[in-house]
């Protein structure tokens, strides 16, 4: 089945670096999303993303879906301590329009 | 707004008791769904149901069963606990998987 996987599990960071996280997808298709969860809550729609090459911007947070269509790429730049959560990227499920498959995530830790 | 709502936010349970998960979502979804989330896991879809009367499996069923109660309301119960279900439930709605999902703030279970 298709499956997401994202790099790294976790970072640890100084407020104020950039990030860069990463999601590649074993098959093509044409949409992913980006969700943070923070501490104790439900994942948060961040952005979402529906062509190949696409950049878009929420903030300081920044994702493009990659031009193999089969990777997506999510930059938060100057972090600050409230970036502290759990990054996933989603994508519906191939051959259903009602389900999403999630990757395991990326925790970020930032210090402040 | 209140979006997705579940209750309870925390249970305790003993092996072999039953319980069951509310949901209810204000947004006029079509789909709603039941994720658990693991440790290093990700979110892994347990039941879903695409509209009003309809529900189906996810990724990881066993030990659960569903009931869509109208349009607003879907229920995960639990008709005998096991350890092995404890987990952080998170109901979500979606009108289609490509715009993403709407997720409540979880339900935080331990079976002892």
């Known amino acids: 089945g298709q499956q997401l996987n994202q790099s790294p599990q976790s970072m640890f960071i100084q407020e104020g670096e950039d990030v860069s996280m990463n999601c590649t997808s074993s098959?093509?298709?044409?949409?992913w999303l980006w969700y943070k969860q923070d501490p104790g809550e439900g994942p948060v729609l961040l952005i979402a993303l529906y062509k190949a090459g696409e950049l878009t911007s929420n903030g300081r947070l920044t994702a493009q879906f990659g031009i193999t269509r089969k990777d997506s790429f999510l930059n938060i730049s100057a972090s600050i301590p409230s970036d502290v959560g759990i990054y996933f990227c989603?994508?519906?499920?191939?051959?259903?329009?009602?389900?999403?498959?999630f990757g395991k995530g990326t925790l970020l830790t930032v210090n402040p | 707004n209140a979006g997705v709502t579940q209750t309870p936010k925390f249970q305790v349970l003993k092996t072999g008791q039953s319980m069951t998960l509310q949901c209810a979502q204000d947004?006029?979804?079509?789909?709603m769904y039941w994720y658990r989330q693991d440790p290093g896991m990700g979110l892994r879809l347990i039941y879903y149901s695409a509209s009003e009367g309809t529900t189906d499996k996810g990724e990881v069923p066993n030990g659960y069963n569903v009931s869509r109660l109208n349009k607003r309301e879907f229920s995960l119960r639990l008709e005998s606990a096991a350890p092995s279900q404890t987990s952080v439930y998170f109901c979500?709605?979606?009108?289609?998987?490509?715009?993403?999902?709407?997720f409540g703030q979880g339900t935080r279970l331990t079976v002892v």
């Open positions: 989603a994508q519906p499920i191939r051959g259903s329009n009602y389900k999403l498959t």
């Open positions: 098959s093509i298709f044409n949409t």
């Open positions: 979500a709605s979606s009108e289609a998987a490509v715009v993403g999902a709407f």
């Open positions: 947004m006029n979804h079509n789909s």
